[in-house]
């Protein structure tokens, strides 16, 4: 593919998507350059979770198209295989494999799908675990941990397949506000080593902080958008205003 | 009048209505209730049961008549090795072959109810539901009427005994109740399970041998081990078609002594007694396997 790092990274154009007689997506476009952080924010059913969930093919589209790295998503002659192995995703509810230990949760993937050398990724898996500040959980269960932890592992997981893009799907919307501070660490940690990442998040506050592009959608259609300084302090439409003046 | 407040302070009282804590009347009783129950108990027990259940019919029968208590206790332990080791053992091998023929095609036409080739899932759909809803003594008349005596592989003739018909006869209807149990088990797994999993590339088959059918196991044991335990209490019935497994063996010796009603209680009796006894093994392996396949979710 003939895609360059001066390219987005993630291009959506005029992208449609409907569930049956319900369109949840009517025409969004945005882009993702390498290393940049965007917050797709706005109320609930405005299609913010489908909008990332077709970024890596877990629903489909009906009309536009998605680019990752220059390769189109919903072509039918994709390899999804190798799509995933770039974009990595982190879900609200965590979804750890509830038999295997934190350890071997972030070492399942890379040891099965990308066939690496297990003592490998076994000392990847460590580092990884340091890194989101969870030493000594390394043989605890899912069921074992709390919220939080069983977040910060899933990212660690995610993150176990080296992705290009990390996708993060209101990941703390099921956290209580304590823990919700220690995944939102780990993320901008992440942010700030260059990670790309697409987040759909109600923490407007961490949103403004790490966010290079903010974008507001509303209804299926992106609202208004821009840098988190003039989205927040001067927002023009009257959808964002109204939306922020509950919400802050 | 004063009421008292529950969960405050011992003290508090008010006149208004008080909405009491709910108290369900009833406990619902576990999956494995019976089995972990009947593990528990020592290996005693069994013993203690089987001479009891033994030694009453011929006190209730043997009153008054010429043919005695002893008579009847002789004739029946005469016959007790003959049974034990011919009948029983044969009537736990049928079942023990036709639970290993009908799970191993039980998973595969479960998995075949989920695969995303829709003939595939169709077809095991069709075939599970064909022999979940037949009558288990109509497909054992089938499977031993159309089936031949032997089978001829250029010069080696490779007989089919009755036993071996049976099993295969018994096997269907398991196999579709197995399919359905598998089928049941996957399908309980949160979709959300998946969805990583595909997130984190692993192909359909990584994920339905890797993440999904490991957390199966444990729900799939308690249904599973109840499908042996009506299996095992449904071999008799194989019976009828002439194979020699316990019941059939008991008839034969109650003929051979004569055909004495003395005998019938006593002897039927012995052969309920064996079969309820065998459940103490059955609820033991059962325990342990559910403790093998534990996944604290």
Known sequence: MSWTKDQPIVSIKNVHKSFGSLEVLKGVSLDVMKGEVICIIGPSGSGKSTLIRCINALNDIQDGSITVEGQEVHDPNLDQ???????????????????????????????????????????????????????????????????????????????????????????????????????????????AEGMTCVLVTHEMGFAREVADHIYFTDRGVIVEHGPPATFFDDAKDPRTVEFLGQIL | MKKHIPGITSAAVTDLPVLLSYKAKYRAPQELGFSHWLAGQSLWFPVIILSVALLWPFYALAQGSEYTMADSFDALWRWMPFLLTRGFVFTILISFMTM????????????????????????????????????????????????????????TIIPVPDWMKAVIGLSLPVMANISEIVRGAVNSVPTAQWEASESLAFSRRQTLFRIILPQCFKRMIPPWMNWYAILTMATPIVSILGVEEVLNLTRQAIEAEDNRPELLIPFYGFVLVIFFLYSYPIARFTVRLEKRFSVNL
């Open chain 1, 81 to 191: 295989l190798e799509l995933r192995k770039k974009v990595g995703m982190v879900f609200q509810q965590y979804n750890l494999f509830p038999h295997k230990t934190a350890l071997q949760n972030i070492m399942m993937a890379p040891v099965l799908v990308l066939k690496q050398d297990k003592a490998e990724v076994e000392a990847r898996a460590r580092v990884l675990i340091k890194k989101v500040r969870l030493e000594g959980k390394e043989d605890s269960y899912p069921g074992e941990l709390s919220g939080g932890q069983q977040q910060r592992v899933a990212i660690a997981r995610s993150l176990a397949m080296n992705p290009d893009v990390m996708l993060f799907d209101e990941v703390t919307a099921a956290l209580d506000p304590e823990t919700v501070k220690e995944v939102l660490v780990t993320i901008k940690e992440l942010a």
């Open chain 2, 100 to 155: 290993l023929v009908g799970t191993v095609l039980g998973i595969l036409l479960g998995l075949g109810q989920l695969s995303p080739t829709y003939v595939v899932a169709r077809a095991s759909w069709f075939v599970t539901q064909v022999f979940r809803n037949s009558p288990w003594l109509v497909l054992l008349f089938i499977v031993m009427l159309s089936f031949p005596f032997e089978f001829t592989i250029g010069d």
